[in-house]
């Protein structure tokens, strides 16, 4: 129903700021609700933050105030901007699909790396 693809992962000084992008290759892209999640090494995988088709967010704790996730109907991209990088933000991170009308179905991309190191 929908395939996943991130980018814009790289590496970044501390303070620094990435884009990440989660292209939606789908028919119905308000179908789905967009996550981010990270995982670092040796840590569980954690939400990062959600997206809504009428572009209701939330944030985790860690994230609030320095990330921003919007998204673009038109192109059907998911955006998330990370700003004030610290290095604990070092991490793979995925974008996930989620049906809004079936929720038990969900997809995920490869993921983008994130390493913030100076």
């Known amino acids: 129903q929908v395939q996943l693809v991130e980018s814009g992962g790289g590496l970044v000084q501390p303070g620094g700021s990435l884009r990440l992008s989660c292209a939606a290759y789908t028919s119905i892209f308000s179908l789905w609700i967009i996550g981010w999640y990270r995982q670092a090494p040796g840590k569980q995988r954690e939400l990062v933050g959600t997206i809504t088709d009428g572009g209701g967010t939330n944030y985790a704790d860690s994230v609030k105030g320095r990330f921003t996730i919007s998204r673009d109907h038109a192109n059907k991209v998911v955006y998330l901007q990370l700003n004030s990088l610290k290095p604990e933000d070092t991490a793979l991170y995925y974008c996930?699909?989620?049906?809004?009308?079936?929720?038990?179905?969900?997809?995920w991309g490869q993921g983008t790396q994130v390493t913030v190191s100076s």
């Open positions: 996930n699909a989620r049906n809004v009308r079936r929720i038990s179905e969900e997809y």
